[in-house]
Nanobody
Framework: VQLQASGGGLVQAGGSLRLSCAVS????????VGWFRQAPGKEREFVGY????????YYTDAVKGRFTISRDNVKNTMYLQMNSLKPEDTAVYYC???????????????????WGQGTQVTVSS
């Protein structure tokens, strides 16, 4: 499974960005695609996930109400729509796929087998 994240950039506080995560390779009918972010000097942080079939989503409290995860079934692409961005949202954003029944919590990066390369999001104040 290959994942490629894109769409990062520089935006002013209060602005919006949409990140994309193109998934290719093995197809699967279950599992989730998660979004994580990592700011300089900090641990990788869970942002949210969408089930592979796009039925369910979940968000961490820090982004709830501002970020939305969706998928395009035809393009096999996941999206992270980020609105009302804040300087504290500045980080490298990653998408990742969790296919197996990992014992790690779904919010743990250790439970995800495949990762995209990351895309930088910078929010200026």
């Amino acid at each position: 499974v290959q994942l490629q994240a894109s769409g990062g950039g520089l935006v002013q506080a209060g602005g919006s960005l949409r990140l994309s995560c193109a998934v290719s390779g093995r197809t699967f009918s279950s599992g989730v695609v998660g979004w994580f972010r990592q700011a300089p000097g900090k641990e990788r942080e869970f942002v949210g996930y969408i089930t592979w079939r796009g039925v369910s989503t979940y968000y961490t409290d820090a982004v709830k109400g501002r970020f939305t995860i969706s998928r395009d079934n035809v393009k096999n692409t996941m999206y992270l729509q980020m609105n009302s961005l804040k300087p504290e949202d500045t980080a490298v954003y990653y998408c990742a796929a969790r296919l197996s029944g990992s014992t790690y919590p779904i919010s743990s990066p250790y439970g995800y087998e495949y990762w995209g390369q990351g895309t930088q999001v910078t929010v200026s104040s």
